[in-house]
């Protein structure tokens, strides 16, 4: 005759060997499909990796529910992620555990997949950008943050003007008289390479702090970055966008300093932010090394 058996729990029978409270237990790296609404009514769904976390602050239970909050991330995976949907995950989060838990915290990163068209052709292609979504509850207040990474192009004032006075000590050798046929000096324009300016791939890293604030869709406010940069890396091109690249990098000539200024001026703008901080990283081409910027909105924020 089968009969059924309780399964040991020994989170309620085994003695607590300490009584203290401890501040986040939980796991890490759970994959998990998530899927946000994007502009204009699309929806994207991505892989995921997430964190979960409740506090332990009854000192007599011995461990904390984790697969209850494994269950309650499957079921973010059917609906649409945004600051709604993650609110009542944490509250659930806290009341899954019965009473042993006053706070809950998640994290999730991804790589938002975006379309981008070309800059003159009509053509399209598709760019990743990480993004990491951190949320916790804190005694019933919700605070939140976002983390965003976003590469770009920067070309070298200073190498820009050395390239400048090269072509122009080369203009001068090789049309010595004071007048210039106009025809010459185009034919040699388009046949002769003097001097580059040097420039890399760039990036930026943003940690922006929204409090209780509702986010902005992510695919606006990755392009408000762009577009206060003004050089953003492209996709598929033909020649005639790689010459309008061209052309805006030598429009948007930066230090690594210019860039961020830039970002900065767009953020003291943004008056969702209540926080941010913020890393430019130039990969020099002309150095071994990088040029980098770090700046926050608070002296108390801690650095990236």
Sequence with gaps: MHTSKTLPDITKTQQVAESLPLRWVGMEAIAVPITFDLDHGNQQTMAAKADV????????????????????????AAQSCNKDTLDLLLEKMVTSQAGIS???????????????P????????????????????????????LKITVPYS????????????????????????????????????????????????????????????????????IFQIEEAIGTPVQTMVKRADEQEFA???????MFCEDAARKLKAMLE??????????????QESLHAHNAVVIDQKHASTTGL
């Design 53 to 76: 976390y409740v506090s332990l602050d009854d000192l007599t239970a011995k461990g904390i529910h984790m697969s209850r909050l494994h269950a309650l991330l499957n079921e973010l």
């Design 102 to 116: 006053q706070n809950a915290k998640i994290n999730l990163a991804f790589d938002l997949l975006l379309p981008k």
């Design 118 to 145: 070309s800059l003159l052709s009509h053509e399209s292609g598709f760019q990743t950008y990480r993004v990491e979504i951190k949320g916790q509850r804190i005694k019933s207040e919700y605070d939140y943050s």
């Design 154 to 221: 920067s070309t070298c004032p200073c190498s820009a003007a050395l390239s400048r006075q090269l072509l122009a000590d080369a203009i001068d050798t090789e049309f010595p008289t004071a007048n210039i046929d106009k025809q010459a000096l185009l034919s040699w324009a388009q046949s002769t390479s003097v001097a580059t300016p040097h420039s890399q791939r760039s990036y930026a890293y943003l940690t922006l702090s929204l409090g209780n604030h509702q986010w902005p869709a992510l695919p606006s406010l």
């Design 247 to 253: 052309r805006l990098n030598a429009e948007h000539l």
């Design 269 to 282: 703008q943004s008056t969702w932010v209540l926080d941010y901080r913020f890393k430019v990283k130039h």
